[in-house]
């Protein structure tokens, strides 16, 4: 088979987005996405709505992502999924259908770490992106992970540091519930911090025994009680100071995100640095990576922005490289909620 004619349809599901790719090679084709807007009311995602909705969407967005990229379902090489972690009814939408269609038309089936997918999604062949070499540290930011790894290959990840409670973007979007924003509130405060003071308050850094961990749920009681306080003094306080309490409040989480690179770079001397997942969107993580690369010399990755949050592109760049190490999944493969680097 002529390298030419490697023709990969990706599948993510695992949380509340529908999304299909096509990759030729490391090259994106189409890259499909259907947001589910449903679990805005809720405040959060319903798994029940979201496996609902993934069936919705699931036929719809690839026959979309095969026609965005003029290719037939018979040229495809091979069908990449999302295996875990994620919302097991979501996983197994994803799971069942790429399944199927990989034993109708007779091609392999290739089962992805979507935590792994995120941080491979530097290897996206992008003229304007360049790519990390290897080994490279990886802050891997999204609502449900926050880590540090070193990646040693495509497919060798350490765990250098990781949450002991909530992901960043839970912290994001907790402390946006509370300030009464929708779900999810992180590109909410990450736009309307742009305009406030980051230093007006000031919110406490909760300590972790290993230092490149993370804890975020003092934080999040910490902004709660603060603002409950000072409701009680002013009942227009969030009225009158919204955006310094979004600009405070990213301040706080970027400052402990980038303390803890720093102690992961000084403790391995590798100074390649990325940054991947949903929170790797954020514009105040990207202006400090930044100006940290120009004072301290790193060499900085920062994803596009279509492959930050949840996408199928990902996963298929991952399919790619589980394809040409000829890493293919059984027909007996299982959706897997919890799922180690
Ligand atoms: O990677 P992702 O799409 O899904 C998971 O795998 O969890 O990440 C979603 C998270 C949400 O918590 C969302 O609020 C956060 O990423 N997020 C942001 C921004 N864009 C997305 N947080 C802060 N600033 C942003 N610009
Ligand atoms: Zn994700």
Redesign the pocket.
């Known amino acids: 088979m002529s390298d030419k004619s490697i023709y990969i349809l990706a599948i993510e599901s695992?949380?509340d987005?529908t999304g299909a790719a096509i990759l030729n090679h490391n090259e994106v084709l189409s890259n499909v996405i259907a947001n589910q807007e449903i679990h805005t009311q809720y405040g959060g995602v319903v798994p029940e709505l979201a496996s609902r909705a993934h069936q919705q969407n699931i036929v719809p967005v690839v026959a979309q992502a095969l026609q965005k990229a003029q290719i037939k379902k018979e040229q495809l090489t091979a069908i990449a999924v999302t295996q875990g972690p994620g919302l097991m009814g979501s996983l197994l939408v994803g799971m069942s259908f790429a399944k199927s269609l990989a034993m109708a038309l007779n091609i392999p089936l290739l089962a992805i770490n979507?935590m792994q997918a995120?941080v491979l999604a530097h290897f996206i062949k992008d003229n304007e992106q360049k790519t990390p070499s290897f080994p490279f540290l990886c802050l891997t930011i999204?609502?449900?992970?926050t880590q540090i790894v070193k990646v040693k290959d495509y497919f060798d990840f350490e765990v250098l540091g990781q949450t002991t409670d909530d992901a960043v973007?839970?912290a994001?979007?907790k402390s946006a519930k509370i300030l009464g924003l929708d779900y999810?509130?992180?590109?909410f405060?990450?736009k309307y911090a742009q305009l406030g003071n980051p230093k007006a308050f000031k919110f406490p850094n909760p300590k972790t025994k290993n230092p490149i961990d993370f804890s975020f749920s003092g934080l999040k009681t910490a902004i709660l009680y603060f603002i409950q306080k000072q409701v009680k003094l002013n009942p227009n306080f969030i009225k009158e100071n919204r955006n310094d309490l979004y600009a405070s409040i990213q301040h706080t989480i970027v400052t402990i995100l980038m303390t803890k690179l720093s102690l992961a770079v000084a403790q391995t001397g590798i100074k390649q640095v990325a940054i991947a997942?949903?929170?790797s969107?954020?514009?105040g993580i990207r202006k400090a990576l930044l100006q940290t690369e120009k004072e301290k010399a790193w060499q900085c990755f920062i994803p596009k922005y279509a492959y930050?949050?949840?996408n199928a592109a990902m996963i298929g760049i991952a399919g790619y490289y589980a394809f040409l190490q000829g890493n293919f999944a059984q027909n007996s493969s299982i959706s897997k909620a919890r799922m180690p680097l």
């Open positions: 695992s949380c987005d979507h995120h999204s609502g449900g992970h973007g839970e994001f979007d999810p509130g992180g590109p405060i990450d997942g949903g929170v969107a954020n514009s930050t949050t949840d």
